[in-house]
């Protein structure tokens, strides 16, 4: 069964300190995986994608196929950073791009 | 145009009404999703259309009518909903046409929040 795990409903940290939203996955084949934020009032978008192994507001995510895990790391949270991540999973072989989405995590950065 | 336009943006309605969403986007994509979002729970994946096709019915209660009149437009018809029908729906696209890359980038609109008495 295709299945993307987020074991944190919530993670608070302070501003300045280091951040890892978990994730974890369960797929026969090989997986697509995201990582997606909603912001407060904002619409859900997109923050990064394995394949393209790209930083992006100083978030990276490394695909451990051996752990079957995703995970969203920041060496120093901001403020600004506080919202809604999802890990999403690309699943019949991507090709239609519809996607599976964990239960999310809310990040609260603390000043 | 890079935004996906969800109307209307909320929506109240009896169990016996007859309503529509809708769903438009201008960015060349071929594939469009209907997505449902309970409060606080991840979206999940209602219908998939590609190239105005349905490809995916996530086995979707009947009373959810998707259609695709065209390729900026996707619809989804709702009549005799339930209560526990009640969500945010979220209209999504994707890939652009000609082309089988896929990047697997969602563009989500805003949603449009249903709510049924």
């Known amino acids: 069964a295709q299945r993307v795990t987020q074991p944190e409903k919530l993670l608070s940290v302070f501003k300045g300190a280091p951040v890892e939203l978990k994730c974890n996955y369960s797929?026969?084949?090989?997986?697509?995986l995201f990582w997606y934020v909603q912001y407060s009032r904002q619409r859900l978008q997109l923050l990064l994608r394995h394949i393209s192994r790209e930083s992006i507001k100083g978030f990276t995510a490394d695909l451990n196929k051996g752990e079957t895990s995703f995970h969203l790391k920041k060496p120093f949270a901001q403020e600004e950073d506080s919202a809604m991540y999802y890990c999403a999973l690309s699943g019949r072989g991507g090709s239609q791009g519809n996607l599976i989405f964990g239960k999310g995590t809310k990040l609260s950065v603390k000043p | 145009d890079t935004e996906v336009t969800q109307t209307p943006k909320h929506l109240v309605m009896g169990m016996t009404n007859k309503k529509s969403l809708k769903c438009e986007q201008h960015?060349?994509?071929?594939?469009m999703y209907w997505y449902k979002q309970k409060a606080k729970k991840p979206p999940e994946l209602m219908f998939v259309?590609?190239?105005?096709?349905?490809?995916i019915n996530e086995s979707v209660p009947s009373r959810f009518s998707p259609e695709c009149p065209n390729s900026s437009l996707l619809n989804l018809h709702l009549h005799a909903l339930q209560p526990e029908d009640s969500a945010l729906y979220l209209c999504a696209s994707s890939q652009k046409r000609g082309t089988n890359l896929n990047t697997g980038e969602l563009f989500f609109g805003e949603g449009s929040r249903l709510t049924v008495l």
């Open positions: 797929y026969s084949g090989s997986p697509e």
């Open positions: 259309y590609s190239y105005e096709k349905l490809s």
């Open positions: 960015m060349g994509h071929r594939a």
